[in-house]
């Protein structure tokens, strides 16, 4: 059997970087950057289906 090798970083170095983002901030940035697709797809097929009210409301929302 192989003896179990020490942990050893380059010059002392954590191995992966701690993230710079914050707790609270990454789930918002997740949630309001996928309802934006969503709404920027809906507003596509709205448009292409003829509901021009809906479209503009989906693209509104997919502004913000």
Do not use: N
Request: glycine share 10%; aromatic share 10%.
């Amino acid at each position: 059997m192989v003896p179990e090798a020490p942990f050893r970083s380059y010059y002392g170095q954590p191995v992966v970087k701690q993230p710079i983002w914050h707790e609270p901030h990454m789930p918002t940035y997740l949630y309001l950057g996928g309802l934006s697709g969503a709404a920027g797809a809906m507003a596509a097929a709205a448009r292409l289906a003829g509901h021009d009210r809906l479209g503009l409301a989906a693209r509104a929302a997919a502004f913000t």
